[in-house]
């Protein structure tokens, strides 16, 4: 679709029947994001207005987005515009919702699905970042309650029963997982074997100085000790077992671990 995220199966359950509430300018991150992307469009169309004809699948796609209600229908209809191309969806909103593997099972049971882990000290503090950053008070400055919410992330979201989720809904074969860290540290490797994974030609080799530019690079916050400390409890013997069951976990991933994580 062209939209870097969907999320229908978080939308799904956390807005069910949304219309026109989601352009709610006193609402959430979540009608932000429309609002945003309704800028985007227009100011899309404002500059191509001689384009309506030709790319009326395209508006009527935006419109559909913006206007109608989200259903399996309007999610299912959104990968026609792929044409002969690869269709996909990506949100990390997917992987810890205790029932998105199975109805994406029963919707789309050939789909594939590409896990890409991340450091859970890594994963836990951006996913804390991005939800305090926006705030008016600065990111240290609300400690009691971002050590909270890293408390509640760090004790409801684990990498192993979610993987489990997916193998149980749709069987293994259809599930590649993943590290995060070899986007930068192995970035052909990574693609290589992605694309066995997809079924797709392998791509042509990438140029050095495009696997080592840095794009979006966000500020730098120091994270945490009580974040680590609390992280390290929670998912060691969680990593211990994804390492055992679905791929092994790079070796420096316990480096930030107890020593007797390994």
């Known amino acids: 679709p062209p939209l870097k995220e969907l999320r229908y199966f978080y939308e799904a359950a956390t807005y069910p029947g949304e219309r026109l509430g989601r352009l709610n300018p006193f609402g959430d991150w979540h009608t932000a994001h429309y609002r945003h992307f309704l800028r985007k469009r227009l100011a899309y169309w404002g500059l191509r207005p001689h384009r309506l004809f030709s790319e009326r699948a395209q508006w009527r796609w935006d419109l559909r987005t913006l206007c109608s209600v989200h259903d399996d229908r309007w999610y299912t209809d959104m990968f026609r515009l792929a044409g002969d191309r690869l269709p996909g969806d990506i949100s990390p909103d997917y992987l810890f919702r205790l029932d998105s593997a199975r109805r994406l099972s029963e919707l789309l049971p050939q789909a594939k699905i590409l896990v890409m882990l991340r450091h859970p000290i890594d994963w836990v503090w951006s996913f804390a970042r991005m939800s305090f950053l926006g705030s008016a008070r600065g990111l240290h400055d609300q400690e009691t309650s971002l050590r909270e919410f890293v408390e509640e992330c760090a004790r409801v979201n684990r990498y192993f029963p979610a993987l489990r989720r997916i193998e149980e809904s749709g069987g293994r074969e259809r599930m590649h997982v993943d590290f995060y860290d070899h986007i930068a540290g192995d970035p052909l490797g990574l693609l290589s074997r992605i694309c066995e994974f997809l079924d797709v ?21 120091e994270v945490p000790e009580y974040l680590e400390e609390v992280v390290r409890e929670a998912f060691t013997e969680d990593l211990r077992r994804v390492d055992q069951e679905f791929g092994t976990v790079p070796t420096w991933w316990w480096e930030r671990m107890p020593r007797s994580a390994n």
Request: charged fraction near 25%; hydrophobic fraction near 30%; aromatic fraction near 4%.
């Open 201 to 221: 030609a392998p791509q042509p080799v990438l140029k050095p100085e495009l696997t080592s530019r840095q794009i979006n690079v966000g500020k730098r916050y």
